[in-house]
C-alpha cells in the first residue's frame, strides 16, 4: 500500500491532493459566511473588501457585525469605483446573510443590514428584479420591528426605493413572504433559556403583526391557509406574552375584514374566548375583532355556535363590566350596544340582560378617568334606550335613577359626564316615544325630590353637596342646549336653531323643582 501524507510537506514539496475536512471547510469559509456557503453563491468579482466585512459579519460580538454593516456601507457608497460588478455578486451573495441578520437580536445590526439591503436595491435598479423574492421578505418583515429606528428605516426606505408601488411589490412576493412570516411565527424557543424565549417571542409577534399589516382584501389577499392550519398557531391567542396576543388579534381583524373569511370557527373561538383581556395593547384590536365578527354573525350562525357562550363568552363579559373595562373605557364600551344588540336572542334567555346592565354599574365606580366615565354613562343610555325601545327589559327607568342617585351621591359619575347623555335620550324619546319620555322625566324628577327631601329633613354639608350636584346637573344639561360654533351673522337663515330641538321647559321644571322644594 502507498503512503499518503496529509497535509503540508515540508521543503518546497507540492501539497497533497487530499484536504483534511477541516482545511476544505476553511476555504469554503474564505468566501462565505456561513459553513457551506461557497464561492458558487459569490461572484468571482466580488470586491475583497467585502468578502472581509462578510467574514465579521458571520462573528458573534455584535459591535463586530454592527462595524461590518458600516464597512458594506462604505464600500456601496465610494464614488471612485466601479459598482456594477460589485452589486451584482451582491445581489446573489447578500439575501442569504440578510434573511438571517434580520432576526439578529441586537436591534442595531438588523437597523444597519436594512440600510445595506436599501442601499443595493437603489444601486441596482431594475436590474434586481430577478432576486426581489429573496430580498424583499426579510425588508417587508422589518417593517413591523418593535425597535421603531428599525422598522422607520424600513418603511421610509421602501418608500423611496417603490414610490406608491409597495402593495404591488407585496402581491409580487406574496407567497415568499407568508412563507417567511410563517416560519418567524411557528418558531420554537430552547427548553430553559429565558434568552431564547424573549428573542422567539419578539419574532412570533414582529411576524404577526406584519401578516396584518399587509394582508390585503379581495382577490390580493395574503394566503395564509398553511399558517390557519396549524394547532399551534390558535393557541397564541391565549399566549403568555401580550405582544403576541396583540398581533393575533391584529391578523384577525385583518383577515376577518374578508368578505369570505375562512376558518371562521376558529377565529369565533378564539377571540369571543378573550373578552376578558386587560391588557391595554391588546384590547383595541381584540374589540375591533369582536365587532367584525358580531357583522358576519347576522348572515354566519356558526359565528356564535363555535363559541361556548355560557362558560367561555358570558364570563369575560361580566369580567371586563365589573372591572369598569380595565381602564380602556373609550375603547370598550362604544362596542356594548352592537353586543347586546346582535347577540342572538336564543342565547340571552333568562337574566341575561338583567345582569349585563348590574355588572355595568357596579363596573362603573371602579372607573376613576373621567374620558372613561363619560363613554360609560354614553353607552350606558343607548344600551338601556335599544333594551327599551325592543322590550328586552322592563326596569330600564329604575336603572337610569340608579345611575342619576349614584352621580347625585358621588359613588360613580360627575354631573358633566351624565349630562349630555341623558339630555340627548330624553331629546330623543321627546321626539320619537312620548310614553317613555314621561316616564323618564318622572324618574329624573323624583331624584330631583328625593334629594331634596333628605335635604330638608337634615341640614348637613353631605346632604347639601348632593343638592348642588342636582343644580350642576341641570346646569349642563341646559348648556346642552346652546348652538356649538361659530356664528358669524345672526340673520343667516342657513343655520336655523329650533325650538323643536330643545328642551327649555324640561330644564325649567327640573330647576323649579330644585328651588321650590328648597
Not at 40 to 68: G, M
Amino acid at each position: 500500500f502507498q503512503t499518503v501524507e496529509m497535509g503540508r510537506q515540508k521543503g518546497n514539496a507540492e501539497r497533497s491532493k487530499y484536504k483534511t475536512a477541516s482545511s476544505a471547510t476553511f476555504e469554503q469559509n474564505q468566501t462565505g459566511f456561513f459553513t457551506g456557503f461557497g464561492q458558487e453563491q459569490l461572484d468571482q468579482d466580488l470586491d475583497p473588501r467585502l468578502r472581509v466585512a462578510f467574514r465579521k459579519s458571520a462573528k458573534k460580538d455584535a459591535t463586530t457585525r454592527i462595524k461590518a454593516c458600516e464597512e458594506i456601507l462604505g464600500i456601496l457608497q465610494d464614488k471612485e469605483s466601479d459598482l456594477t460588478t460589485t452589486i451584482s455578486a451582491m445581489l446573489k451573495a447578500w439575501p442569504r446573510y440578510y434573511s438571517k441578520s434580520v432576526s439578529d437580536h441586537e436591534p442595531r445590526v438588523r437597523s444597519q443590514s436594512h440600510n445595506v439591503t436599501l442601499r443595493v436595491l437603489q444601486l441596482s435598479g431594475k436590474q434586481s428584479a430577478p432576486y426581489l423574492k429573496n430580498i424583499m421578505p426579510p425588508l417587508i418583515y422589518g417593517t413591523s420591528d418593535e425597535y421603531s429606528i428599525s422598522s422607520t428605516t424600513c418603511s421610509k426606505g421602501l418608500d423611496l426605493v417603490f414610490p406608491e408601488k409597495i402593495m404591488q411589490v407585496v402581491s409580487h412576493v406574496s407567497s415568499e413572504l407568508v412563507s417567511y412570516c410563517t416560519e418567524m411565527v411557528l418558531k420554537k424557543p430552547e427548553r430553559g433559556s429565558i434568552d431564547s424565549e424573549l428573542e422567539v417571542n419578539r419574532l412570533i409577534s414582529q411576524g404577526l403583526r406584519c401578516l396584518a399589516k399587509y394582508n390585503q382584501t379581495g382577490k390580493d389577499a395574503l394566503d395564509i391557509t398553511s399558517l390557519l392550519d396549524s394547532k399551534s398557531f390558535w393557541k397564541l391567542s391565549r399566549h403568555k406574552d401580550s405582544s403576541i396576543r396583540a398581533g393575533f388579534f391584529e391578523l384577525a381583524v385583518a383577515k376577518l375584514q374578508e368578505n369570505e373569511a375562512s376558518h371562521i370557527c376558529e377565529w369565533s373561538k378564539a377571540v369571543l374566548s378573550s373578552l376578558a383581556e386587560n391588557e391595554p395593547n391588546c384590547v383595541r384590536p381584540l374589540w375591533a375583532a369582536v365587532l367584525l365578527l358580531l357583522n358576519k354573525s347576522k348572515n354566519d350562525p356558526a359565528v356564535f355556535e363555535a363559541v361556548n357562550f355560557l362558560k367561555a363568552f358570558v364570563p369575560g363579559l361580566w369580567t371586563v363590566l365589573r372591572a369598569g373595562g380595565f381602564g380602556c373605557g373609550t375603547i370598550i364600551y362604544p362596542h356594548m350596544l352592537p353586543l347586546i344588540a346582535k347577540i342572538p336572542t336564543n342565547l340571552t334567555g333568562g337574566p341575561f340582560h338583567e345582569n349585563f346592565f348590574s355588572n355595568y354599574l357596579e363596573g362603573m365606580r371602579e372607573i376613576e378617568a373621567k374620558v372613561d366615565l363619560k363613554a360609560a354613562v354614553s353607552a350606558l343610555l343607548e344600551c338601556l334606550q335599544y333594551a327599551q325601545v325592543n322590550k328586552i327589559i322592563s326596569n330600564s327607568f329604575e336603572i337610569v335613577s340608579d345611575l342619576l342617585m349614584e352621580c347625585i351621591n358621588g359613588k360613580s359619575c360627575a354631573p358633566i359626564e351624565a349630562a349630555k347623555p341623558l339630555y340627548n335620550l330624553m331629546l330623543q324619546w321627546r321626539d320619537s316615544h312620548q310614553d317613555y319620555f314621561k316616564e323618564l322625566m318622572e324618574a329624573v324628577e323624583n331624584c330631583f325630590e328625593s334629594t331634596i327631601s333628605d335635604f330638608g329633613r337634615k341640614v348637613s354639608e353631605e346632604n347639601s353637596a348632593r343638592v348642588k350636584k342636582c343644580i350642576e346637573l341641570v346646569k349642563h344639561m341646559v348648556n346642552c342646549d346652546r348652538p356649538r360654533g361659530v356664528v358669524f351673522d345672526k340673520t343667516d337663515n342657513k343655520r336655523p336653531e329650533l325650538a323643536a330641538g330643545k328642551l327649555k321647559d324640561e330644564m325649567v321644571i327640573l330647576m323649579g323643582i330644585l328651588v321650590s322644594k328648597s
